[in-house]
Nanobody, 119 residues
Framework: QVQLVESGGGLVQPGGSLRLSCAAS????????MGWYRQAPGKQRELVAT???????NYADSVKGRFTISRDNTKNTMYLQMNSLKPQDTAVYYC?????????????WGQGTQVTVSS
């Protein structure tokens, strides 16, 4: 199984920035699309951003213009640059990749990293 490890979460003030990273094991990283999802307590997991193997990106309306997703296939790493953070961005952020399953998401998930935006 592919192993995914997120890092970079933490506590920041509103208007601040964080850069999340997701490092993947294996040699098939570059052939799959990847995505960032987030989940707050009591809410469903929601899509934040996706990036295809060729670099095409898509963003949720709530983060468009503030977040940037990118990937470095040589390093098997995906990034999420988060700027102008708001309290409503508070959630556990998960990276996702692999062949698409029945739920419409990749089969492989990281353990998640907590992002808290508060003054």
């Amino acid at each position: 199984q592919v192993q995914l490890v997120e890092s970079g979460g933490g506590l920041v003030q509103p208007g601040g920035s964080l850069r999340l990273s997701c490092a993947a094991s294996g040699s098939i990283f570059s052939i799959y699309a990847m995505g960032w999802y987030r989940q707050a307590p009591g809410k469903q997991r929601e899509l934040v951003a996706t990036i295809t193997s060729g670099g095409s990106t898509n963003y949720a309306d709530s983060v468009k213009g503030r977040f940037t997703i990118s990937r470095d296939n040589t390093k098997n790493t995906m990034y999420l640059q988060m700027n102008s953070l708001k309290p409503q961005d508070t959630a556990v952020y998960y990276c996702n990749t692999g062949p698409i399953g029945v739920a419409g998401m990749g089969d492989y998930w990281g353990q998640g990293t907590q992002v808290t935006v508060s003054s």
